[in-house]
């Protein structure tokens, strides 16, 4: 199997970890990224893409101000990253390769590089085109209506990181009035790309787990503060407690908090749509997740009481009673049965490559291949 990867510069958490996925298993070779995404590839993106460049040239109204011979866009690759050796493929060389035959489907993203590509190739093969799938990893629940009405005869299915099963059927009414077709979509959240990288190994034993809850959360959200101050009132309680809104940490130091904590805290961001990273960060390092209870659809959810532990951030005390119920010497066979499990569901379900096998496993559904 092979597969065009419609991509555009900036570095994207839930497309980035589909494609390391892909390329997990299916090899560096048979994931092609176009246009070149360097960040996939270990490198910083500084306009040095040739279908970059022509694409601005074509797009003055998406760029206005870009001086194209002196603009310099940078966006590095992720630090959790796996480089892809894959190479660099030219346009012409992507539309041979189509003609031939190479390719069993394309991927493309919501951007306007991808949409601007996929018009071309349309266009200058004459509609033959392998079928399209628009993954979505953006923090609505919309379906894209204005991509969907463009390329109704092209894309055969979407998958969404925010899927929202009773806004979809209204949205995709809309979408069956103006295209006439229905149309399948597919919850495919983020993932977590720290299972079996051997660059974040941490030591999470519990004889190293001395910080009993941690809590770095940006300020997206003013219900974030509430928590972040509910659990600074507890500092007095003789607890180690590792909290901060808005202030940058290096991820290292970051993760290996993750591993030497006992309990951490997940919440929703500003959009309050999907699940943050952090649910997918914390159980890496069998530490309780200690989070909102979800409120989107996601296959093989993680569930209160059996692989985390559901707070109310809008129920006052109610993280500050969870934290003490659970730290509490009579529940910590239990905390760590169910940090454990946590961990052994993420591993099960929700690693990158576990991720891509379900995008594979529904071509397979829709298209048999």
């Known amino acids: 199997m092979k597969i065009l990867y419609l991509e555009h510069p900036e570095v994207d958490y839930g497309s980035n970890q589909l494609s390391m996925g892909l390329r997990q298993i299916l090899g560096d070779d048979n994931v092609v990224d176009f246009p070149y995404k360097y960040c996939v590839h270990g490198q910083e993106e500084k306009l040095q893409n040739a279908e970059i460049r022509e694409f601005i040239k074509d797009n003055p109204t998406v760029f206005p101000s870009v001086n194209i011979d002196s ?52 266009y200058d093969l004459n509609d033959n085109i392998p079928p399209v799938i628009l993954c979505d990893f953006e923090d609505y629940t919309d379906i894209k209506l204005d991509i969907l009405t463009m390329f109704d005869s092209y894309i055969k299915i ?54 009993d809850v941690s809590a770095r959360l940006g300020l997206t959200r003013e219900l974030r503060k509430d928590v972040v101050d509910s659990l600074n009132d507890m500092r007095n309680m003789n607890m180690t407690i590792v909290t901060s809104l808005n202030t940058h940490v290096h991820y290292d130091i970051y993760l290996k908090e993750l591993a030497s904590s006992k309990i951490s805290v997940s919440m929703y961001g500003y959009s309050l749509i999907g699940p943050a990273n ?21 296959e093989h959810p993680f569930e209160d009481g059996k692989t985390c532990i559901f707070f109310d951030p809008y129920v ?54």
């Open 158 to 211: 979407i998958t969404k990181a925010s899927y929202d099963p009773d806004y979809l059927r209204n949205s995709l009414r809309a979408v069956k009035e103006e295209t006439k077709k229905d149309i399948k979509v597919y919850p495919l959240p983020l993932s977590s790309p720290l299972i079996g990288n051997q660059k974040f190994q941490f030591d999470d034993s519990n004889e190293n787990k001395t910080i």
């Open 71 to 122: 603009f310099v866009w940078i966006t590095g690759p992720f630090i959790w990253a796996i480089p892809s050796a894959g190479r660099e493929y030219r346009y012409e060389e992507i539309k041979s390769m189509i003609k031939n035959g190479e390719f069993d489907f394309i991927i493309m993203t919501p951007r306007t590089v991808c949409v601007y590509y996929l018009r071309r190739l349309i």
């Open 316 to 369: 006052k005390d109610d993280i500050c009673n969870k934290v003490l119920y659970w730290l509490s010497d009579e529940m910590e066979n239990e905390r760590r049965k169910i940090a454990k499990a946590g961990h052994e569901h993420l591993k099960n379900f929700h690693t990158c490559k576990m991720r891509a096998q379900r995008l594979l496993d529904i071509v397979k559904i829709e298209f048999g291949t």
């Open 278 to 298: 952090r649910t997918w960060e914390i159980p890496s390092y069998n530490t309780l997740l200690l989070t909102e209870k979800m409120n989107v659809y996601y």
